[in-house]
T-cell receptor, first 116, second 115 residues
Framework: AQTVTQSQPEMSVQEAETVTLSCTYDTSESNYYLFWYKQPPSRQMILVIRQEAYKQQNATENRFSVNFQKAAKSFSLKISDSQLGDTAMYFCAFMKHRVGSEKLVFGKGMKLTVNP | NAGVMQNPRHLVRRRGQEARLRCSPMKGHSHVYWYRQLPEEGLKFMVYLQKENIIDESGMPKERFSAEFPKEGPSILRIQQVVRGDSAAYFC?????????????FGPGTRLTVL
């Protein structure tokens, strides 16, 4: 079974600073997908960024980028130029690349607070 | 293009009653997933459906819970004889069902409170 671990339950950062959120996972699959989702106080789950395991290049979406280390089974999220609107719970998630196994496996989440 | 719709957003039930949660996927999406989020926890997979078919129900409790996604209309998650432990946020997600990276997009969730 796949597991996703987010070892930092909570972090805070000053506005405009850079912060890195860590995530590790365990799987015997060779091909899979990884995601970061954000859950602001509204509770809506919002996709932040995604990574396909077969791609060596790290994904980037504007101020968000990942450091994907397949051998180490590590998938950290870097948020540059933090904004107050980045305050939210952040969840790392794993999905097998296999038809019929498209369920997401989530970590427990990490609460990020961006301070003015 | 409307996102994933869920209703109701909040639902209060007394122990023993039935709860029916609805999910309309994004336009063009034929795959629906239900997840449950207990307080202070991450989301846990419950069931994966395509039109008129249950593909994976490995996360569904064996009793009282059922799900359907009919040919016409929304997907329904039904909880019979609710108990206090069913209080949680229930999220629906949908995807296109294409091969390759098939991203799931989430609805706003239904917050179920059992009194």
């Amino acid at each position: 079974a796949q597991t996703v671990t987010q070892s930092q339950p909570e972090m805070s950062v000053q506005e405009a600073e850079t912060v890195t959120l860590s995530c590790t996972y365990d799987t015997s699959e060779s091909n899979y997908y990884l995601f970061w989702y954000k859950q602001p106080p509204s509770r809506q789950m919002i996709l932040v960024i995604r990574q396909e395991a077969y791609k060596q290049q790290n994904a980037t979406e504007n101020r968000f980028s990942v450091n994907f280390q397949k051998a180490a089974k590590s998938f950290s999220l870097k948020i540059s130029d933090s904004q107050l609107g980045d305050t939210a719970m952040y969840f790392c998630a794993f999905m097998k690349h296999r038809v019929g196994s498209e369920k997401l496996v989530f970590g427990k989440g990490m609460k990020l607070t961006v301070n003015p | 293009n409307a996102g994933v719709m869920q209703n109701p957003r909040h639902l209060v039930r007394r122990r023993g009653q039935e709860a029916r949660l609805r999910c309309s996927p994004m336009k063009g999406h034929s795959h629906v997933y239900w997840y449950r989020q207990l307080p202070e926890e991450g989301l846990k997979f419950m069931v994966y459906l395509q039109k008129e078919n249950i593909i994976d129900e490995s996360g569904m409790p064996k009793e009282r819970f059922s799900a359907e996604f009919p040919k016409e209309g929304p997907s329904i998650l039904r909880i019979q004889q609710v108990v206090r432990g069913d209080s949680a946020a229930y999220f629906c997600a949908s995807s296109q069902g294409t091969s390759g990276l098939d991203t799931q997009y989430f609805g706003p969730g239904t917050r179920l409170t059992v009194l």
